[in-house]
């Protein structure tokens, strides 16, 4: 499937906020060479993964352009920010592509015990060592000026960590 990126006109089928072409300048730009390995299809579901994150975890501030469009921006106000497709490639080309939740930051079961007749169950719970988001501060930072909220502790551009 190929990768229909947002113009800034409210596309109704985009999925990505930049290009293979425009991540590739980045990653050169920024020296992120394991972008250069990847195949043309990967680059792809790695932009699509970039923009999916900024999707979940960033409240775009504004409406959209257009109601039926697919992704949060352009918006009435800002149109679609250069913050934001730079903070697309940020995510994109980062080595260790974020996840909503990354398996080693969330809390896992550390032990579990049952008992059948008096039907009790008891489950202990491992505790998370770090925030259940793992922060990624460049692109936190480009698109803070155009995001109510974000996900995990920053709202208006506020910082609150936990």
């Known amino acids: 499937m190929a990768l229909t990126v947002e113009d800034?006109?409210?596309?109704?089928?985009?999925?990505?906020?930049?290009?293979?072409?425009?991540?590739?300048?980045?990653?050169?730009?920024?020296?992120?060479?394991?972008w250069e390995a990847l195949l043309p299809a990967k680059r792809e579901v790695r932009l699509r993964l970039a923009t999916q994150y900024i999707e979940t975890m960033y409240e775009a501030r504004g409406a959209k352009l257009?109601?039926?469009?697919?992704?949060?921006?352009?918006?009435?106000?800002?149109?679609?920010?250069?913050?934001?497709v730079r903070a697309t490639y940020?995510?994109?080309?980062?080595?260790?592509?974020?996840?909503?939740l990354p398996e080693d930051m969330i809390s896992q079961i550390e032990s579990e015990s049952k008992e059948l007749s008096g039907l009790k169950k008891s489950?202990?719970?491992?505790t998370a060592t770090a925030p259940l988001r793992r922060r990624y501060y460049v692109a936190d930072g480009l698109l803070k000026p155009f995001v109510r909220s974000i996900a995990g502790g920053i709202t208006t551009g506020i910082l609150a960590l936990g």
Not at 11 to 31: P, R
């Open 90 to 100: 940020e995510l994109a080309t980062y080595p260790g592509l974020p996840t909503l």
């Open 66 to 84: 257009r109601e039926e469009q697919a992704l949060s921006f352009p918006t009435r106000e800002k149109g679609l920010p250069v913050g934001v």
């Open 8 to 34: 800034g006109t409210g596309k109704v089928d985009s999925d990505s906020y930049g290009s293979v072409d425009g991540a590739s300048d980045y990653a050169e730009a920024y020296g992120r060479n394991e």
């Open 123 to 126: 489950v202990k719970y491992r």
